[in-house]
């Protein structure tokens, strides 16, 4: 125990003595790492700025193709009208072509017919 008391204050002390002063490091900056860094960035952003642009006009021509697209649709879709309304036109007229063929051909039947009479035959004329 007389030995550990002995070599405990020993230890101490050579740790005060071996302990040096303690300075901090100065900061490394690297200046061309830092301005190419700026360069890599700035190039960046110019080729993501020129592909905006390229979508920008892209999708401007996109609409362009859509609406000469719809104005041919819508056209096409006039004309269609066009044809159906021209297909009712066709098919009324053929029907009051009929019904006027039904009214000579049933009219030149009473006229030949006995039981109307001449007053009867114009009013119904």
């Known amino acids: 125990m007389k030995q550990l008391k002995f070599l405990i204050p020993i230890i101490a002390v050579c740790l005060m003595f071996g302990t040096g002063r303690a300075s901090a490091q100065w900061t490394v900056i690297d200046p061309s790492n830092i301005a190419q860094s700026i360069v890599n960035n700035s190039k960046s952003l110019v080729q993501e700025s020129q592909t905006a642009t390229h979508m920008v006009k892209n ?23 066009l044809v159906r309304d021209a297909r009712k036109v066709q098919q009324t007229i053929l029907m009051l072509g009929n019904i006027s063929g039904y009214y000579v051909n049933n009219f030149q039947k009473m006229l030949t017919d006995p039981n109307f009479t001449s007053a009867e035959l114009s009013a119904i004329a």
Do not use: G, H, M, W
């Not at 401007?60 to 009208?81: M, P």
């Open 59 to 81: 999708f401007q021509e996109t609409v362009k193709i859509y609406q000469q697209a719809k104005k041919y649709y819508d056209a096409l879709q006039s004309v269609n009208n």
